[in-house]
């Protein structure tokens, strides 16, 4: 049956009752990656009156999740915040908010900016941000709209895409390698220069609910329609791993040994793609050498999967041509993440799936599209002694130099201790850490920001943190209330970037480029006035599509543009600066070892090591607590700590579920529903329990994000911000050698059906760590890579040669 | 005019529960009330050691009006436009029970 569409309809047009429709594309408000999928607006009267997807976007099709379904909700919610607001400094916590102008707020922020920065020096002043909205980019707003070289994401060892993309661009000299779904070709799936894969490997990623960083989750499951076999490694059981042709239910944390057997199986059964190895990679030998001493049987003790099913599957991978593989979140929250990722770009490389059609695709590096994400053309603003400053450079190079931004930790650690230097005030741009959302110990980060001289926030909805810690609120707009660009993956793979197409005003929010740019103005002139002039438009052209000749202007029109750039760059000089042909490396070559890695003090071929809590590094921990823990998987419901509010959203997931095996709930007398105290030695939280095989019995998985808006916002309740703070139980500096990584997918637990007296608790317990002197912990500054007990504990902590 | 279904194949339903949420928004049914709702059936064990039955199954309910409004204007119903997984048909009966013979693991609904 055929039905009437809006295909090849121009970006906006009028109906016949006046009713207005654009199209264009989401990104955030409300939080997500940046997927840009399209989406129609109609507004009458100025008012949205519905909201569709849009089938014109050559990827998405009209599709659309609950998120993006429910975003008129979300646009005037009562209780969305929309003019700017001040509070004073000694009611923090208190809801003594008052309305003022955007010339009032940006006055005080100027005032106290101002005076921090002539006491104790810009570089006192933090900029905290979120992950996947557009205020992301931490560069832009604390290098150049600060004039900070402090800009922070808080999540302990950037344990979130930033690992990835690090070890990407160390091994290889390119953007983290997506998978190729065809995303920048004009035909899609049937393109002719478009192969299906015949694997899609998940690796530690559920795409379809995720859809991190710019991969629309669903492609995975178009592919698999088309023939694509499907591979999951993920210790849970996810509706896409009962759907599997191979699942491997590795024990959290655990992802380096598998990726090691794997090589290994490939390359003692002679699979490996011997053409693209001798052409194009450097260090096989080594590579094999290495990991010749992680045979698949002694990978599945460590893993605990049956060796035949790790060659079994390093077979079907080895010989699917093409295969790709989508790495995630999961290897960035081990402290062993940059191992599992050299193992797993290995993988790719020995096995020739780079830059083919259907394998894992790179950016043309002559392609100008999110060059200048990262470094956001203000770092090179910043003085020399300004850049020396950025907090953690000097231990972790690796981590700073390539985030150019603050180590989380060791910015924690400033704030505890005053070392390197005390830390005088916060911005935090639409991220809300105290919620379960990013930081570790986030009762620390509490007690470590409340008192600095000068805190302010923006976001969408009065959040726990803006309550507990800011003084001036800067109210946001959301997607469809500004004009603007959203480039998959920042612009760091050749699929396609789009047009945030403005259609309503709602109060007097500001899109966040728009803030940076206004409110840089005031408080950091020299970045944005004489040689460094712009409109907020063209500083988001430049900053977005600057090096491609598109801007906002034509890709409105266009809405989406694919970007359609050639496979096999590493032939066409298209991956390295020079125009020659190779990788954008020292050795020219793919690095399966690499001097990159040597030069920062780390092994430069992989290795395993144990996670630092685990039944086999700390058995007496385990004993205590028993049971593994991992955190954090999405639901279509929520980003991160944000939906709650929406009662569409928050009917799906009403409260904050902690997965357990029956066998286990059964030997605990817990039934699907009940309230349960989950604990280890770091602190403790209160979520719902969800009775399931999704978990196998001695793992359990708690969601994260979690909050309670229609709870008493005020201090010390914060929106029962601490009832169900599953980062309450993550620990704070237990990253990986380079700084990167932490465990916040494989820790230990323990836990006991909830009492009444466990709720009373919840808010003052561990807020002041009674006893304990209160800016320091005795983890200020720890280094697991040199705590000897953890080091004798692993059984193959590798070293470098 | 015969009668019109949807076809549904759970195969490859997601669980994205957007068909729920995009019929809320289009008939403004509230918070418990919807017009089609997604059932969950497992995961649980057909056969070691990882051979699992785990189906999402969107069924319509009593208050399905296979989007009337939306159809008379020329349009596919809002769950069928909006399906993630792309599993849903909307159609004259006799139509959607053609395809219904060409592949496994689907249903027909006729909710009116």
Redesign the interface.
Known sequence: ?D???DIGKPWRWTEEDGTVVTRGAAWSAPGCHPTGCGIKTYVKDGRLV????D?NHPVT??????RC??L?DFTYHPDRIIYPMKRAREDRGLDKWERCSWEEAYGIIAENVGRIKEKYGAETLLAMTGTGRMTQMAGVGAHRALGTPNGCYAQSGFACYGPRVSITQYLLGAPYPEIDFAGGLPGGYDDPQYQVPEMIVQWGKEP??SNGDGLFG?AV??L??RGAKLMCVDPR?T?????AD??L?LRPGTDAALGMAMLDTIIAEDLYDHDFVDKWCYGFEQLAERVATMPAERAADICGIPAE?IKEAARAYANAKPASIAWGLAIDQTVNGAQAGQCILSLIAITGNFDVPGGNILQDIFDGSGDKVVAGLGWKLLPDELKEKVIGLEEYPAYVNMMLRAHADRALDALETDIPYKIHGIWFGSTNLLAPTCSAQPKRWYNAAKDLDFNWVNDIFMTPTAMALCDVFLPISSCIEQDSIVPTHYGGTPNYYSALNKCIEVGECKGEFYNYHDMGLIVNPSAWTGDNACTPMEFIDDYFVGGTGMNHAKLREEVTHQRVVGYRKYETGHLRPDGMPGFNTMTGRLELYSYAFQSFGEDPLPYYVEPPFSPVSTPEVAERYPFILTTGARE??YFHSEGRQI???R??VPEPLFEVNEADARAKGIKDGDWVRVENQFGFCLLVAKV???VKPGLVHAQHGWWFPEEDGEAPHLFGVWKSNINSLVPHSRNGKLGFGAPYKCLLCDFRKAVPEDFENVDVEGVDQPGMPKHKYDDNFYRLDKDESYQGASPAAGEGE | MGRYGLLIDYE?C?????C???C??EHGYP??KWGIRVFND????VDE??D???H?IPVPTKLCDLCADRVA????P?CV??????VMK???VA?LALELEKKPNQVLWCPR
């Open positions: 049956m039905f009437d569409n519905r909201i569709e997807g089938e099709k009209g599709r659309l999740c609950v379904l429910t008129k379809l609910v669903h499951l178009d698999v329609k059981l509706w896409t791993c009962a759907l191979y699942h239910q099913e279509y419901a009662p569409y959203l009917e799906l399931t095989n999704a | 490859y997601s669980g994205c529960q957007s729920e949420v995009a809320k928004e918070v418990g497992g995961p649980w064990l050691p990882h699992w039955n785990w999402k204007a020329g349009r596919e809002t436009h909006h399906c993630l997984a792309q909307f159609g004259p139509e």
